[in-house]
């Protein structure tokens, strides 16, 4: 952990959030999901037991005979929050909000890493993406970008490095009607050119920007490059600890382009705050936690008073 980069303030709020997230909120979980799930899986003891356990995979199968083969613990707990307005197939789920104009679909949905946090849990709607164009740095299979256009973004231009992800995204667009909105690069951000080499072999979880000898050459793409030339912008940046290297490095000039700025941070926020701060963004932390490693992550949101 940087403890340089976490301010104390920081600190004390998210060991209580920490607390709730990894003793609480599981305690509350597993009620709900004893009282509510009972009448919806054939299966509902078996797989409360294997959970226990931590025997994955685990298969659900529904009343209606379909079933659901989950992994690990967060597909499993994302299948049985039974999100509102959500369709679970074992390929695809579809996803239905009166916010919408249309539902959602996304294929490979278990290779999501945050569904619940994107659609139910509204981490994205601070950026307030209504006729405006984002810059989604890390697109992962498409489930951000295609979230911003169906919440009426003019237009969405979106990086994902790891081509297996990047094809995934690309195939997710389609299935939504979204090519003529949705620009997708196979890139990576950076505040230099030249190439990343990536080991394709590692997960989203586990990806860093960290070069290796043997790998896929991918592009690098530098912020000043993908902004266009018009007004009404704001970025998203989720790029495994790309953060830091493009906040800190970029020019002022580039970052004042911006409305507003989401960032998942993944190690600490205190540079990022004090750059943002120092060219007359106001900050705000919308959420924080001490991981299982001692990282300190969460999502920030700077909103631009220069405009």
Partial sequence: MNENNISIKNKILSHITSIKI?????IIFYLNIVFLNFFVFKNYFY???????????????????????????????LLLSRCKGITFQEEQIS????????????????????????????????LEVKDKIVLDIGANVGDSSILFSRLGAKKVIALEPQREFFNRCKKNIE??????????????????????????????????????????????IRLEDLIPNEKNLVLKLDCELCEYNVILNSTKENLQRFDRILIEFHDGNKNL????????FKITILNS???????????????????
């Fill in 22 to 26: 990894y003793k609480i909120d599981p």
């Fill in 95 to 126: 996803i239905y909000n009166e916010k919408y104009n249309d539902k959602i679909v996304l294929k490979k949905w278990k290779d999501s890493v945050s569904v619940k946090e994107i659609f139910f849990e509204n981490e994205y709607n601070a």
């Fill in 175 to 220: 299935i939504n009607n979204l090519e003529e909105k949705i620009e997708i690069h196979n890139a990576g951000l950076d505040d230099k050119q030249g190439f990343f080499v990536i080991d394709t072999k590692e997960d989203s979880k586990k990806f860093s920007f960290k070069n290796v000898k043997e790998g896929i050459k991918i592009p690098k």
């Fill in 273 to 280: 705050i004090n750059r943002l701060t120092s060219i007359g």
């Fill in 289 to 307: 936690r001490f991981t299982f490693k001692k990282k300190y992550r969460g999502h920030l949101l700077a909103i631009n008073k220069n405009l």
């Fill in 47 to 77: 797989t409360l037991t294997q959970i226990k356990k931590k025997k994955f995979p685990i298969k659900f199968i529904f009343k209606n005979d379909q079933s659901v083969i989950t992994n690990n613990l967060k597909e499993a707990s």
